[in-house]
């Protein structure tokens, strides 16, 4: 008999959203400011606008709330975990400018304490393959009385059923003809054995909103997996480029993409529907990468950010914003960034000093521009394969939003020849103010 029970509450505790729910790296590392794919992609599909209402099923540790609340929305987070609960009031505590637009609720997404028509906006993140079929029509008969009209339901869901089924298994007979290497036929981990109890498909996803009778569009992301498999276990480069540009094309995407999204909204009143932005972001899906939020006012929002410290390695280098790829050790030294062509960074200075000092290198001939608060302090030529340190006079301000500009970026495998393919442009080892 096939068991129906809904997944028990035991397996949502801190160590599964601290080491094993997606984002969880982004989350440890940076607390919430940079956020991984599958969310970005989210908050780009919903457009946001200041002031509208919203609504987060399964909000987990928070980070769509407080993008969302940064981004003055009003939003809720309801979610019947209270480890994730905790973590999520913890992350939006971290900045106070937060707090009065986001809230947070323990309860069950199929009995939500909540007004009809009060949401221009709701998330379902990773929360459909959680829930048995019957759960998942609960919840949707809920959300489309909770739904405003004009507004929208942004859905993601992973993996792609037909992926781990069909599209996976097509990948390991290919590695397996080419190069007689054997990999796992089941790639599950131990979390999803538990929790994935309805994993979905295209067809399945559409049966479910269709059934509530919604509008949707349904689309796919994320090669990643079956890019991996092929770079690391094929030798012969012709033969890996041409596996992967047959898995990418449009036809076959349903079977090698491991994301599912999903856009709806309400048949009624279509006139007051917007669809524009959802055919724009379809058409640019791929393009969108991800994202952290740069506050827009100085004076307004830094400190907040501020009150989130992160570094570099044992290197002082204030608060990162956008425009750092992640902490590594090349070149040789101790945690070092690399930046792409424009890279922020938060700096909290006291009254004893002021020079802004960065040492860095870069194995291109570069022009570095340096502003703070808006304003170019320093423009230098870079000097390949060496160490420099650039100085540069400040006025005593004890918030600073540093932006590196660069001319320019390089790509490591045209000098390094070692497969990687960023657009790099200086290694950064500490900030600091003297």
Aim: charged residues 30%.
């Amino acid at each position: 008999m096939v068991d129906i029970s809904p997944v028990e509450h035991k397996y949502y505790d801190k160590t599964y959203f601290l080491t094993d729910c997606g984002g969880y790296q982004n989350f440890v590392e940076y607390n919430g400011l940079k956020i991984d794919e599958r969310m970005s992609k989210a908050l780009e599909l919903a457009k946001l606008e200041q002031g509208i209402n919203v609504l987060d099923i399964g909000c987990g540790r928070g980070e769509v709330v407080l993008h969302c609340a940064l981004r003055k929305t009003k939003i809720c987070g309801i979610d019947f975990s209270k480890d994730a609960l905790k973590l999520a009031n913890d992350l939006i505590n971290l900045y106070p400018s937060s707090t009065n637009n986001a809230y947070l609720i323990r309860a069950d997404v199929k009995k939500l304490p909540l007004k009809h028509k009060q949401f221009d906006r709701i998330f379902v993140l990773d929360i459909v393959e959680h829930l048995h079929e019957y759960e998942l029509n609960e919840m949707f008969q809920t959300l489309c009385t909770l739904l405003k009209e004009g507004g929208l339901i942004i859905i993601h869901t992973s993996p792609n059923k037909w992926y781990y089924k069909y599209g996976y298994q097509i990948i390991r007979i290919a590695i397996f003809l080419v190069e007689r290497v054997i990999i796992q036929k089941d790639i599950r981990s131990y979390y999803e054995k538990a929790m994935h109890v309805n994993e979905q498909s295209s067809k399945t996803v559409h049966k479910i909103l269709k059934k509530h009778g919604l509008e949707f569009k349904i689309y796919f992301s994320e090669h990643y997996h079956p890019k991996f498999l092929i770079q690391r276990h094929i030798e012969n480069k012709k033969l890996k480029d041409m596996i992967c540009s047959i898995i990418e094309s449009r036809f076959l995407q349903m079977l090698f993409c491991n994301s599912i999204y999903a856009v709806a909204w309400k048949t009624l009143n279509q006139n007051h529907i917007d669809l524009n932005h959802i055919k724009g972001a379809v058409k640019n899906f791929e393009k969108i990468g991800e994202t952290e939020y740069t506050p827009t006012s100085i004076k307004d929002t830094i400190e907040d950010i501020l009150d989130d410290y992160i570094g570099m390695g044992v290197n002082d280098i204030g608060n990162l914003g956008k425009g750092w790829y992640h902490l590594e050790n090349w070149p040789p030294a101790i945690g070092i960034r690399w930046t792409s062509k424009k890279a922020v960074v938060y700096l909290k200075t006291d009254k004893n000093g002021n020079t802004l000092k960065m040492k860095f290198f870069t194995n291109a001939d570069l022009e570095v521009n340096v502003f703070v608060n808006n304003s170019l302090i320093k423009k230098v030529q870079s000097k390949k394969d060496i160490w420099q340190i650039l100085e540069g006079e400040i006025d005593d301000d004890r918030l600073l939003e540093v932006k590196i500009e660069l001319d320019k970026t390089w790509i490591p495998d045209d000098i390094l020849h070692n497969g990687d393919k960023r657009e790099l442009g200086i290694a950064v080892e500490k900030i600091w103010i003297e």
